[in-house]
């Protein structure tokens, strides 16, 4: 298909740097008993949006602003935040060069696993980038994904592929079998 292009849609970017701001928050916690007290029990803190927090959660967050405190997880949860601005951004033309001061910022942060967030978004750029044109995404496949993997969980295995696939069309293509089972109670 030399038509097609890769497009990286924001659930995943989005997923990827909040798992590496998680990890970031984890790893901190480790270091120090005074870390542990402060970050002790601000996991959704970090990993919501500021507009889904609580008064509580948010009075937190406050508490933790990188400004006052220093903490490497203020500062990843900062460049999340820059990321949901990059793909606030209304066309690729706009959004074309974001990326890249979000991916400087993460490689010169002191914070080691931002830098490999940055490293991916570099390697993917051409595909973020392509979300704005195509504006797809592949949850469908990964809809249909789960529909599959749900039904060779409950078969426990299957003799052969053909009864795999039969399994598989049965249960997306969505028949109605109804008729079928009138037509057998009237028969008998």
Not at 14 to 30: I, K, N, P, S, Y
Not at 47 to 56: A, F, I, Q, R
Not at 72 to 83: F, K
Not at 170 to 176: I, Q, S, T
């Amino acid at each position: 298909m030399p038509q097609a292009a890769q497009s990286v849609d924001s659930f995943h970017v989005v997923q990827l740097l909040m798992r590496a701001t998680d990890h970031v928050r984890c790893a901190e916690r480790r270091e120090s008993a005074e870390k542990r007290w402060q970050l002790a029990g601000t996991k959704y803190v970090w990993l919501k949006k500021k507009e889904s927090l609580t008064k509580l959660q948010l009075a937190k967050r406050e508490e933790l602003d990188p400004a006052k405190t220093h903490l490497r997880e203020a500062r990843a949860c900062q460049m999340g935040e820059a990321l949901q601005d990059v793909y606030s951004c209304a066309d690729r033309k706009s959004a074309a060069r974001a990326p890249e001061r979000l991916c400087s910022w993460m490689a010169h942060s002191n914070v080691r696993k931002m830098k490999s967030v940055a490293r991916t978004l570099r390697k993917e750029r051409e595909g973020i980038l392509n979300w704005w044109k195509r504006g797809s995404t592949n949850s469908f496949l990964e809809g249909l994904n789960s529909v599959v993997q749900s039904v060779r969980s409950i078969a426990r295995g299957f003799r052969s592929i053909t009864y795999f696939r039969t399994m598989i069309f049965l249960r997306l293509g969505r028949l109605d079998f109804t008729a079928q089972k009138k037509l057998a109670y009237a028969t008998h």
